[in-house]
């Protein structure tokens, strides 16, 4: 090192082209190259990160920089991605057509009204746990190799359900399931994130739910066939781990962690895998590099609760935490894990409960397919307001068929209600969660992002775990009708929150957002209208 603190390295270009330098503690740089093009001007190294040098000759025959990169495999590992969240949806919506099996059967395995309320509800504990204590060692071991461990365990959870006659053993493993189901919807989207570029990554990652909505299709449309629930299990544990297993061992790790890890050469790879050939994929990994040297230690787990302490984060944190909490009482929830059980409470001859269940689930996956059209043409505002209310609407409307039930008048006769509040429920319902899930990306910076979002998850399936565990008390305590007409508050009540308390993000930067709340004095903005 000279007085100056100017540092010469003599180094090699590997095959791509691309040029790693060795790691040291200490800041370095160097100024512009001699004669011979080995001495190189970079910024700060660390340990962590190896360094692409822009200005490296592109390789021959690679066209320029401004290509726009292939979409097959990006597509391709969105796929495999969405595969395994197939397995979430399998997952939480199995109680929703095993409940007659479970509690009507002469199965050596019987569940009264409240161990019903604690099947359906544990997975959501475990998936909280999983959000949380799952959620970090992915930063260590990358996604897709926590994906290939966590896919065989949910599989072996999933054997141990199917096998057992011990109520406490199905509970565990339930409980189980449920730790991979955090894992694997906190990992799967991070994977797809990172592996996608810029111009489709938002669409990739929204894709995803129609994958999860298409499990809860798939457990109640086998509901209908002759399987026993310990059959359906077994079915259930097969499509959704071994076909993303099987792929996942096919595509290549997320290029950002790989670059996080100093494995450039492998980073590369995958971009090339992901991006083409004709892409200028040494660009976009000097990007990366660049970004990750100038945020050394952003994604530690401490860091990023540091973070928390901003007023603006903590307010947004803390008001999505009720949200998530709050809207688990909406009734989606329980719907889809009760789903059964409602539709036999209608006690409606002129459609069968089983069928009358896959309908919702088909105005689950449609829902979904409406949500990716209509989410970037118009406002994250309307697309939470006005689904929510519509969603609270047909609860209010479905509580009134069972009042109308329970008093013998003549509204309890329409038999085409419950199935129609239902399916428009669920397709309402699930276009309101996922805005809600965008905007929560949208208003926490990056260095907050993993963290809190692993805290958000949490917190939606904890309120998951409180609205299943609750259900058959609240409707024991005061009907049908009185628990839908709770749910149906609540939706009214997201729609208040908001309407208040949640600025408009769509076509707006996060720095326009941050700097807008703290000129109001760090209060979410109440003067935002949907564009």
């Not at 190189?40 to 000759?57: A, T």
């Not at 409240?114 to 997975?123: Q, W």
């Not at 209310?389 to 329409?414: D, K």
Request: glycine share 8%; proline share 4%.
């Amino acid at each position: 090192m000279s007085k100056n603190g100017i540092v010469k390295h003599s180094c090699e270009r590997n095959k791509e082209g691309i040029v790693n330098i060795a790691f040291t503690e200490d800041p370095i740089s160097t100024k512009a190259g001699s004669a011979d093009g080995n001495t190189l001007e970079i910024g700060k190294v660390s340990r962590r990160s190896s360094v692409v040098v822009e200005g490296v000759s592109a390789a021959a025959g690679q066209k320029s920089s401004d290509e726009i990169p292939i979409y097959r495999t990006q597509i391709l590992g969105m796929a495999v991605a969405a595969l395994a969240y197939v397995g979430i949806g399998t997952i939480s919506g199995f109680s929703g057509g095993m409940l007659p099996l479970l509690t009507e059967s002469d199965d050596d395995l019987h569940l009264d009204k409240y161990r019903v309320g604690l099947f359906t509800s544990v997975i959501n504990l475990g998936a909280a746990a999983g959000c949380i204590v799952g959620g970090f060692p992915h930063v260590m071991v990358g996604h897709r190799s926590y994906l290939l461990v966590a896919l065989p365990l949910s599989m072996a959870a999933w054997i141990i359900l199917a096998l057992s006659h011990d109520i406490w053993v199905v509970l565990s493993a339930r409980t189980f399931l449920g730790f991979t189901m955090g894992v694997i919807v906190f990992t799967s989207s991070k994977y797809v994130a990172e592996c996608a570029h810029d111009s489709v990554r938002e669409k990739l990652v929204n894709a995803l739910e129609t994958s999860r909505q298409f499990g809860y299709l798939f457990v109640y449309a086998v509901s209908c066939s002759d399987l026993s629930w310990r059959e359906l299990a077994l079915v259930c544990g097969c499509v959704s781990t071994i076909l993303p297993f099987i792929g996942f061992l096919y595509v290549p790790s997320a290029p950002k962690w790989l670059a996080t890890h100093g494995r450039v050469d492998h980073a590369y790879d995958s971009l090339m895998f992901f991006r083409g050939p004709n892409y200028d994929s040494r660009k976009e990994l000097n990007g990366i590099l660049d970004k990750l040297s100038k945020t050394e230690g952003a994604d530690s787990a401490l860091y990023q609760l540091r973070q928390l302490k901003d007023p603006i984060i903590l307010r947004f944190v803390v008001l999505f935490a009720f949200i998530h909490f709050a809207s688990q009482f909406n009734g989606n929830v329980v719907t889809g894990a009760y789903a059964i059980y409602i539709f036999k409470a209608a006690d409606v001859s002129s459609i069968s409960p089983y069928m009358s269940m896959v309908i919702v689930g088909l105005a689950r996956v449609l829902s979904t397919l409406f949500y990716l059209v209509e989410v970037e043409r118009v406002g994250r505002k309307p697309l939470v307001i006005v689904p929510f209310f519509l969603a609270g609407a047909c609860l209010f409307v479905l509580g009134a068929f069972f009042y109308a039930q329970a008093t013998g008048a003549a509204f309890g006769e329409q038999e085409w209600v419950p199935v129609t509040t239902l399916s428009f429920f669920s397709f309402f319902s699930n276009i309101g969660f996922p805005v809600l899930n965008l905007t929560r990306g949208e208003l926490l910076p990056p260095v907050a992002r993993s963290t809190g979002g692993a805290i958000l998850y949490a917190t939606y399936y904890l309120g998951g775990f409180a609205a299943s565990l609750s259900f058959s008390y609240i409707v024991s305590a005061i009907g049908l009708h009185g628990t839908f007409w709770i749910y149906c508050f609540v939706n009214i009540l997201v729609v208040v929150v908001d309407y208040l308390d949640l600025p408009e993000t769509r076509g707006r930067s996060l720095e326009e957002i941050m700097e807008e709340q703290r000129h109001e004095g760090a209060s979410p903005s109440h003067h935002d209208h949907a564009s």
